[in-house]
C-alpha cells in the first residue's frame, strides 16, 4: 500500500494539535481505504484505535447506491478493501462517545464524527450528497480550475461553523468559520491531499451509556485528492 508521504513527515516531525479526528484515507490506487483518528489524513502511530473502531463505513456510488464495508482493526488504524471500483465516496459514521478534555475545554461533551473521502476526481463527486442521512457534511466543489469546501446539513448550508482546511505542505491550517452561505474560506489550487474538518455544536445536555455530557460536538471531515490540472 502507498499512503502519501508528506503527511507522514508531517507527522512524524510534529504539528501544533487541533485535536484529533477521523479521517477516511485512500490508499494510492484507490482500493483500499484506512480509517485512522489523527490530526492529519495518515495514522498517528501514538494513538489506539479502540475508541473508533465501531466505526460504519459505506461505500456510495454515482448513483448514490451504498454498500456497507467491512474493516479489519490494526493497532493504529482500521482497513477496509473496496469491493468494486465504482465508487465515488467512503463515507463513515463513528459514535466516540463521551470525552473530557483539555480539547473539550474541560468539560464533558459527547462526540460524533461523519467522514468521507473522494476517490479520484474531486469534480465528479461534487454532486454526490449524503443529505439527510447524517446531520453534517463537507462537500469539495471544483469552480474555475480551484478547489472549494462548503459545509452542508440537510442539504443545506451551515453557517458559523468551526472549520480548517489542511492542504498540501501545511498541515497545521487556519481556524476559520463557515461563511454565510456554508463556504469554508479558501479557493485552492495545489495539487496534492486535502484534508477538512468542520464542527456544530448542540448545547443540549444528556448522556451515553450513563455517562452525562455538557453538549455535542459533531465534526464532519473530508479527505480528497486535487489533480493537476
Known sequence: MKW??????????????????????????GREVQVVFSEIP??????????IAGTQLFAIDAAGNQTRLKAEKFEHFLSAKLPTDSALV?????????????HTGNIP????????????DPARA???RLGNTVPLEVVPVVREGKL?????????????????VKSPGDDKGERTKTTADGQVPG??????????WVRTVDLSPGSVAGTA?????IYATLVVDFPVR
Open 42 to 51: 495518515v495514522a498517528d502511530e501514538k494513538v489506539a484505535v479502540d475508541k
Open 187 to 196: 479557493r485552492f489550487d495545489k495539487p496534492g491531499r486535502y484534508g477538512v
Open 4 to 29: 502519501h508521504l508528506a503527511w507522514i513527515m508531517a507527522l512524524a516531525f510534529g504539528s501544533p494539535a487541533f485535536g484529533h479526528f477521523v479521517y477516511i484515507v485512500p490508499d494510492a490506487n
Open 126 to 128: 461534487s454532486k454526490l
Open 148 to 164: 472549494e469546501f462548503v459545509a452542508l446539513s440537510g442539504g443545506k448550508p451551515v453557517a458559523e461553523a468551526d472549520c480548517v
Open 213 to 217: 455530557y455538557d453538549k455535542t460536538h
Open 109 to 120: 461533551v459527547h462526540i460524533k464524527y461523519f467522514s468521507k473521502a473522494v476517490l479520484g
Open 90 to 102: 467512503i463515507a463513515g459514521v463513528t459514535q466516540y462517545g463521551v470525552a473530557n478534555s483539555k
